[in-house]
């Protein structure tokens, strides 16, 4: 085995050097994977831990280059679930057998943080886990949510390059984005973030600088998807985030951060068929299957070719279940808050 694949494995930890020259090496892939599939089972095991995901706004103030939920899209139809649709949509994401609900919008400022409490604390009353993933907000904010009983929180910061997160997201403010990941980790938040892989100017250092950042800020999850061109954004032209990068920073980040949750994310799935089941034996252990009801699911049209978007919960429930027997794992039983063991 490579050298440092192998010091990886053992120690958990790789210079920025190191990490740059394992991205960048040709015909590594498999092995990456492999080496990060037998960390993966060492330190969180064969269940794979499902997350309803309930898309409950498109509508947002910011206006992100990559993401069709941009303010400036006209061509989306938006809309807003309301409170109770919410909850009906958490109940039956309770009675597929999901253990964690995940509440993703825009940032949709219309939901006050009081509001989102309201629909936290009914949901909490289900005995499910409740996921955030609804953008910046302040500290006051999250400390409404977090006493409303919500358990972990969302937030991708998209790149640690400083200059191209803002060339990306215009109004927005890298500097902003790490103040809330380090208001959420304050908070007691099981804090998700994560990166975009694509994205036109990214370099192999930047990427390679996303995973010394997630090991810095003790990430409990880690979501790692390629950019997908929306031809309704800026980003209508460049090309889509390359897959076996994609897959090398998610056995990357396996490795150096053993214990951490990583989700096979659907975006991943748009690139080819089958990858969220290969990114399952690459280092992740965390599905999002989507449990929005009816034509919301086509609206919140972040990219184009969304997986699933013709599908019922029912469908995509049945159909992870197959997924993951058919790699020999099975689905989790308990809520998957992080392990700690090191
Ligand atoms: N608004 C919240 C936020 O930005 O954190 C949560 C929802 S946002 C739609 C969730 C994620 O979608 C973002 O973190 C971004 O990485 C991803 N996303 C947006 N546009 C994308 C695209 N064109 N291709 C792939 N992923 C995209
Ligand atoms: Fe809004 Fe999030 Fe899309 Fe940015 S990524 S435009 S914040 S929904
Ligand atoms: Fe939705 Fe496969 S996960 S149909």
Known sequence: MNDLIKKAQQLHSLTLEEIIYLLQQKNNEEELAQA??????????????LRGLIEFSNICRQNCLYCGLRRDNKKIERYRLNDQ????????????GYKTVVLQSGED???????????????????????????ERSFEEYEILKK???????????????????????????????????????????????????LPGQSMESLANDILFFQQIDAD??????????????LAKVKSGDFSLTRKMVALIRLLLPEANIPATTAMET??????????????NVVMPNVTEGDYRRKYALYPGKICVADTPEQCRSCMGNKISSIGRYISTDKGFRQRNI
């Open 221 to 234: 999850m880690i979501g790692i998807g390629p950019l997908i061109p929306n031809e309704d954004t800026p």
């Open 148 to 198: 409303a009983g919500a358990d972990r929180f969302l937030l991708r910061i998209e790149t640690t390059d400083e200059k191209l997160y803002d060339k990306m997201d215009p109004g927005m403010s890298f500097i902003n984005r790490r103040r809330c990941l380090a208001d959420l980790k304050k908070l007691n938040y099981e804090v998700g973030t994560g990166c975009l892989v694509g």
């Open 36 to 49: 990060a599939d037998i960390i993966r089972q060492k330190y969180v095991g064969d269940g794979i831990h």
């Open 271 to 284: 690139l080819q068929p089958n990858a969220r089941t290969i990114i399952l034996c690459s280092g992740a």
């Open 109 to 135: 400022v219309f939901f006050t943080a009081g509001m989102l409490a309201d629909i936290v604390k009914k949901i909490k009353e289900m005995d499910l886990a409740v996921t955030l993933s609804i953008g």
């Open 85 to 96: 649709m919410i909850v009906e949509m958490a109940k039956k994401a309770k009675n597929y």
